[in-house]
């Protein structure tokens, strides 16, 4: 959590982790609630964790979220779209 709310003071290399992090994160989590409930779904979608938000007023509208959708992927063997 501290190191997603330091995103705007750091390098992207950083940035580059958070997202792989949060990527392997949300696989886990997903793992857990596939052995729990054992069912395993047809696909998954993951919104990510928003970092930014930009309105459009000087610019183009944009957002970014992390977690990488290509991990959770991976990890589930679920189709996952990001």
């Known amino acids: 959590q501290e190191r997603i709310r330091s995103i705007g003071r750091t390098s992207v290399e950083e940035v580059s982790q958070i997202h792989a992090e949060a990527g ?6 997903v793992l857990w609630a596939m052995h729990r409930s054992k069912v395993k779904p047809d696909l998954i979608g993951s919104h990510g964790q928003t970092v930014y938000h930009h309105s459009g007023r000087s610019g183009a509208k944009s957002t970014l979220q992390l977690g990488d959708g290509d991990r959770i992927a991976v990890r589930t063997g679920v189709i996952t779209f990001s």
């Open 24 to 29: 392997e994160a949300f696989a886990e989590a």
